[in-house]
T-cell receptor, first 114, second 116 residues
Framework: NAGVTQTPKFRILKIGQSMTLQCAQD?????MYWYRQDPGMGLKLIYY???????DKGEVPNGYNVSRSTTEDFPLRLELAAPSQTSVYFC?????????????FGEGSWLTVV | AQKVTQAQTEISVVEKEDVTLDCVYE???????LFWYKQPPSGELVFLIR??????QNEISGRYSWNFQKSTSSFNFTITASQVVDSAVYFC?????????????FGTGTRLTIIP
């Protein structure tokens, strides 16, 4: 059971390039999330999904796109990378258990835009 | 809108001292969840505790304890007899209580340094 897996772990992008951060979970969780963490700050929600085919914006969605074609995968797309998108990105998933919600985080993806 | 405030940006204490990390939150929801996460230098997020808004009992787990007071909207975290391995950034977070949906609002974190 791998939990939440993010790839790549590190990436350097040039301004204007595009890339996709991959996120996969093998726990059959309906809910998935993308957060970003800027230096010295807490995490902020970019996008989330309540199930396959359904996505919604979080607090800081501009410059990003997501899709959820399967329960397992929730990729985050950066179309035109900007220096302001230099950040650490965390993917997460959650489910509703008997004692309430439980959320699992991936290990993070460090992205630098130069 | 929800908000979490961690007023202490950085704290340094000598090993074996006790230290309390403050967390104050704002929400209009009557049902919500509060969390503490630890982020060591390696960068991953380590779950420490999750508390339902209806459960105001204080909790102790080894050297860690949490004090939840709805009257002051605070959820403070105390480490007793601190150790160097406790050095990390600690985040307090708040989530709405929707079924299975765990959208978290994080504070800005407190960087804790334990001096040997």
């Amino acid at each position: 059971n791998a939990g939440v897996t993010q790839t790549p772990k590190f990436r350097i992008l040039k301004i204007g390039q595009s890339m996709t951060l991959q996120c996969a979970q093998d726990m059959n969780h309906n809910y998935m999330y993308w957060y970003r963490q800027d230096p010295g700050m807490g995490l902020k929600l970019i996008y989330y999904s309540v199930g396959a085919g359904i996505t919604d914006k979080g607090e800081v969605p501009n410059g990003y796109n997501v899709s959820r074609s399967t329960t397992e995968d929730f990729p985050l797309r950066l179309e035109l990378a900007a220096p302001s998108q230099t950040s650490v990105y965390f993917c997460a998933s959650s489910y509703r258990g008997n004692s309430g919600n439980t959320i699992y985080f991936g290990e993070g993806s460090w992205l630098t835009v130069v | 809108a929800q908000k979490v405030t961690q007023a202490q940006t950085e704290i340094s204490v000598v090993e074996k001292e006790d230290v309390t990390l403050d967390c104050v939150y704002e929400t209009r929801d009557t049902t919500y969840y509060l969390f503490w996460y630890k982020q060591p230098p390696s960068g991953e997020l380590v779950f420490l505790i999750r508390r339902n808004s209806f459960d105001e009992q204080n909790e102790i787990s080894g050297r860690y304890s949490w004090n939840f007071q709805k009257s002051t909207s605070s959820f403070n975290f105390t480490i007793t007899a601190s150790q160097v391995v406790d050095s990390a950034v600690y985040f307090c977070a708040l989530s709405e209580a929707y079924f299975g949906n765990e959208k978290l609002t994080f504070g800005t974190g407190t960087r804790l340094t334990i001096i040997p």
